[in-house]
């Protein structure tokens, strides 16, 4: 815990005893008032991370005390008293506090912003004696009634060979070299962590880690493997489809050091863990470790961060690490000194089980309008003949993404949105996706009255009731009709029914699953033999440059779901329905090959200058008029373009977004380029400046995303 000396933190007023605390409230990123903390009195000194309730305004907010500011040199500047100071609670140590403020500054958010978010939503609802009572009520609790705890598994020699490396002993007063772990599906990356963790509690006693997965429906199945591994021990899980009193427990049980063990999504980055001493960054090249809203930060960049300042190691693993990585973590040679990362590689499978054989069906040689080709439906029915599953994947829910009519051309558009409505069939709905607005499907044309209004492409629940009507004739091999399911956002909104049918999956009461991306990664499906990819050629000619990367990532990943029991593996399949077989993306993916892939991705991306050998911001902005939002990041640009960090940072001009407009709102895009990390961010902040200052009633909102995704 932090130990911050009180006179530092907190000094007396001349001729008085109060002492004055600046304290970090939640403001906009832009306010006035946020670019420094506020000034309070207080009749004791408070240390530096001490949570109070503050006034601000005619409201009461919750506050951190944070380091020593000086007090700004204003005439009858009058201080108001703090109402509440926590005592009871440890106060946020030193570590989180540069964490914070590191990623304020990177992200170009408030710190107040940054670290009000980070805290569990239900503290700004408690008083200090209630939260007292939920400290001893935790005190007073255990972990977890469990029987024995299970057996670690024998490792193999590379995954023994990965476990050394990544727990060798390293110089003190240096931070370890963060570890990339380049493991094949199926290879046992798990089982590392496990025993990385275990390693790690044995060592220190008052040691903490943190182990991160990108989404929420993969705690579940990774919360029971640590519970059963690590039954003696609390594990605190942080995400956000917890309840507001489960997010305060599990995140008291980490910041007092209860919990030694936390497992969470991207918000878990940010917890106060005092003794943090290993990281665990699981799927570390997915998108969803990048936050879209407020601060729009990368998880995984700030774990990377974060193991760097406490001296903890990090280890970050995929299947098919983000470009990113892998070029940080490129061996030396031919004058290159290489990267910062360490490469760990687990090539094979555990128990020898080969990958899927990889088969592409040329579309273009299929029936029109055919939607499975004749020999991925024999396979299936192959599959289910022997006992086995089967997995198809299509990135897109609903029943049909367009509705239109062959007579007039009406097609179904989102008044709201430069979009159309997906058809769903199971409520006889046209939904926007974007903003949400929902209408019945009409009986008849909107524009012409033609009644026989027709679907456009294809969505999982259209796959559904294909794939039922194309297998009805086929059985068990005890005679029972096949079951199909269907795992996509509209089949699991409520609690807890994606682990039930997640345990559908795994007892083997379903045949053929059929969902999105939220099945094809981390999901350890022992009896799936087939996995079968559809329609995946838009990824090929997107305008945006890691298109390629993410589709590589989702086929290699889906496939890695089929085989993963050595038992009923040899004869496992990715199978992948596209127009372009030829395509060099494809041929990389049959041969599981990729550093291939990643080399040729990574020298395009040399020549044309785009990351990891340069870095990017992007600066969005919405208004009522299309226009409005481009001028305005326009007059931006070039009201910066004098400064002197401008020279090394490229402005394109504003462009639309896509979708360009969203919920009534026009939205635009300007992006910055720059070859030096450095100078892009002495940049960003006099460009917000200029912002802040050219804003008008027009511009609704504007926001800078730093290191951005999707263009």
Not at 644 to 666: D, H, K, L, S
Request: charge should be neutral; include cysteine.
């Amino acid at each position: 815990m932090d130990s911050a000396h009180p006179a530092e933190t907190a000094p007396a007023l001349p001729g008085g005893s109060l002492h004055v605390l600046p304290v970090l409230v939640a403001l906009p990123a832009h306010s006035p008032l946020s670019a420094t903390p506020l000034h309070y009195t207080h009749s004791e000194p408070l240390p530096a991370g001490t949570l109070v309730r503050v006034p601000l305004g005619a409201r009461a907010v919750l506050g951190v005390v944070w380091d020593d500011v000086p007090l700004p040199q204003q005439e009858g500047l009058q201080l108001r008293p703090l109402l509440e100071a926590f005592a009871a609670l440890p106060p946020l140590d030193t570590g989180w506090r540069r964490l914070v403020g590191f990623t304020a500054h990177y992200y170009q958010r408030s710190m107040g912003e940054v670290a009000l978010s980070a805290l569990p939503p239900q503290l700004r609802d408690l008083d200090g004696t209630q939260l007292a009572r939920r400290l001893r009520k935790l005190a007073a609790g255990k972990a977890a009634e469990a029987g024995a705890a299970s057996s670690a598994l024998p490792l193999t020699e590379q995954q023994h060979a990965a476990l050394e490396t990544l727990l060798k002993p390293f110089p003190s007063g240096k931070a370890p070299r963060p570890c990339l772990l380049f493991g094949s599906t199926g290879s046992g990356k798990t089982e590392v962590y496990l025993q990385a963790v275990a390693r790690t509690l044995e060592q220190d006693p008052a040691a903490q880690v943190l182990v991160m997965v990108p989404e929420i429906n993969l705690t579940p199945q990774l919360e029971q493997r640590f519970a059963d591994r690590f039954p003696a021990e609390r594990i605190a899980a942080m995400h956000s489809g917890l309840t507001p009193a489960q997010r305060l427990q599990g995140w008291l049980a980490a910041h007092t050091g209860q919990a030694r063990i936390v497992l969470g999504t991207r918000m878990a980055v940010l917890a106060s863990l005092p003794g943090l001493r290993l990281i665990v960054v699981d799927e570390e090249h997915d998108p969803s470790y990048k936050q879209q809203e407020g601060a729009r930060y990368s998880a995984r960049d700030l774990a990377i961060y974060r193991a760097h300042h406490a001296q903890a190691r990090i280890l970050l693993g995929s299947a098919t690490p983000s470009l990113e990585s892998w070029h940080q973590s490129r061996p030396p040679g031919d004058g290159d000194a290489g990267g910062r990362y360490l490469r760990l590689a687990m090539p094979a499978r555990i128990g020898a089980a080969p990958l899927p054989r990889v088969r592409l069906i040329d579309m273009n040689h299929q029936p029109r309008r055919c939607v499975f080709s004749p020999q991925l439906l024999e396979a299936m029915a192959g599959r289910a003949a022997r006992g086995e599953q089967s997995m198809v994947l299509l990135n897109r829910r609903g029943y049909a993404p367009v509705l239109h009519c062959a007579d007039c051309g009406w097609k179904s558009e989102c008044p709201h949105c430069s979009a159309y409505r997906v058809f769903h069939k199971i409520d006889r709905t046209l939904r926007c996706h974007h903003c949400g607005f929902t209408e019945r499907v009409p009986r008849a044309c909107p524009s012409c009255g033609n009644l026989d209004v027709q679907t456009l492409g294809q969505g999982t629940e259209q796959l559904e009731e294909a794939l039922a009507a194309e297998l009805r004739s086929l059985a068990r091999p005890d005679g029972s009709p096949l079951v199909i399911a269907r795992i996509d956002a509209d089949t699991t909104r409520h609690a807890g029914s994606l682990e039930q049918q997640l345990a559908r999956v795994h007892s083997g009461d379903v045949d053929v699953l059929v969902g999105t991306q939220m099945i094809a990664k981390g999901h350890d499906f022992r009896r799936i033999t087939l996995v079968a990819a559809l329609n995946p050629d838009t990824a090929l000619f997107s305008s945006d440059f890691r298109a390629p990367e993410r589709l590589f990532s989702l086929l290699l990943q889906a496939g890695g779901r089929a085989g993963r029991d050595a038992a009923i593996g040899s004869t496992s399949e990715l199978w992948v329905q596209t127009r372009f077989p030829a395509h060099a993306l494809f041929g990389a993916l049959q041969r599981h090959d990729y550093p291939a892939f990643a080399a040729q991705q990574l020298e395009e991306r040399a020549a044309a200058g785009m990351p990891p050998f340069s870095y990017q911001a992007l600066v969005r902005a919405e208004s009522r008029e299309q226009q409005a939002a481009q001028d305005f990041l326009n007059a931006a640009g070039a009201a910066a373009a004098d400064l002197p960090e401008a020279a090394e940072v490229f402005c394109y001009p504003a462009i639309p977004m896509t979708p360009q407009r969203v919920a009534n709102r026009e939205r635009a895009q300007m992006l910055l380029e720059s070859g030096n990390r450095t100078a892009l961010q002495r940049f960003l902040p006099q460009l917000a400046h200029q912002l802040h200052a050219g804003r008008t009633r027009a511009i609704l909102r504007w926001a800078i995303d730093v290191d951005p995704l999707g263009i």
